[in-house]
T-cell receptor, first 117, second 116 residues
Framework: DTGVSQDPRHKITKRGQNVTFRCDPISEHNRLYWYRQTLGQGPEFLTYFQNEAQLEKSRLLSDRFSAERPKGSFSTLEIQRTEQGDSAMYLC???????????????FGPGTRLTVL | DQQVKQNSPSLSVQEGRISILNCDYTNSMFDYFLWYKKYPAEGPTFLIS?????DKNEDGRFTVFLNKSAKHLSLHIVPSQPGDSAVYFCAASAENSGGSNYKLTFGKGTLLTVNP
């Protein structure tokens, strides 16, 4: 069973450019999460999907951010018109929620390190 | 408003001794707690979790204790090994209106260094 994978691992871009990140969850995990981590902080929740439905978005997710999970498998996170404040590690996690299990153990990918110049 | 607090930014322990990492929370709705370990340039790795209906959960060298009245949990690592050196994050979640837990709220982490 492979873990959560993310691509790319590193991205350097210039301010104002658009970037897109991809996350492939553990197979058959129906929940997928995006978090952002900045230096000296713990990961902060951005959004989550149950299957293909995006069920919650954090206030951290401005209008420049959009996430999709079109077929309930992989997900993409796009940032439009990047700003220097977007520089962070973007983490994806997945979990398997079943009728018999209400607690949610999330497994994280290696992250995408974004640097906006 | 920091709902999950790890007040010790760092901890140094001798190999073979016990490491105790602490975490406090303020949100009384939290009912599921997890510990993650993180190496530089990698994502967090799940270590151990505990539900609020328990006060202790053990997995090998790792034990998590939960004191609900004090809103405090701790992770004990015995015996500590140099490979345990990493940043440890405490995380918590609350049950949503649908009856399941989902988004995690993390502390800022504690850097554990285990010296040979």
């Amino acid at each position: 069973d492979t873990g959560v994978s993310q691509d790319p691992r590193h991205k350097i871009t210039k301010r104002g450019q658009n970037v897109t990140f991809r996350c492939d969850p553990i197979s058959e995990h129906n929940r997928l999460y995006w978090y952002r981590q900045t230096l000296g902080q713990g990961p902060e929740f951005l959004t989550y999907f149950q299957n293909e439905a995006q069920l919650e978005k954090s206030r951290l997710l401005s209008d420049r951010f959009s996430a999709e999970r079109p077929k309930g498998s992989f997900s993409t996170l796009e940032i439009q018109r990047t700003e220097q404040g977007d520089s962070a590690m973007y983490l994806c996690a997945s979990s398997a929620l079943s009728p018999s299990v209400s607690t949610d153990t999330q497994y994280f990918g290696p992250g995408t390190r974004l640097t906006v110049l | 408003d920091q709902q999950v607090k790890q007040n010790s930014p760092s901890l140094s322990v001798q190999e073979g001794r016990i490491s105790i990492l602490n975490c406090d929370y303020t949100n009384s709705m939290f009912d599921y707690f997890l510990w993650y370990k993180k190496y530089p340039a990698e994502g967090p790795t799940f270590l151990i979790s505990i539900s609020s209906i328990k006060d202790k959960n053990e997995d090998g060298r790792f034990t998590v204790f939960l004191n609900k009245s004090a809103k405090h949990l701790s992770l004990h690592i015995v015996p500590s090994q140099p490979g345990d050196s990493a940043v440890y994050f405490c995380a918590a979640s609350a049950e949503n209106s649908g009856g399941s837990n989902y988004k995690l709220t993390f502390g800022k982490g504690t850097l554990l260094t285990v010296n040979p």
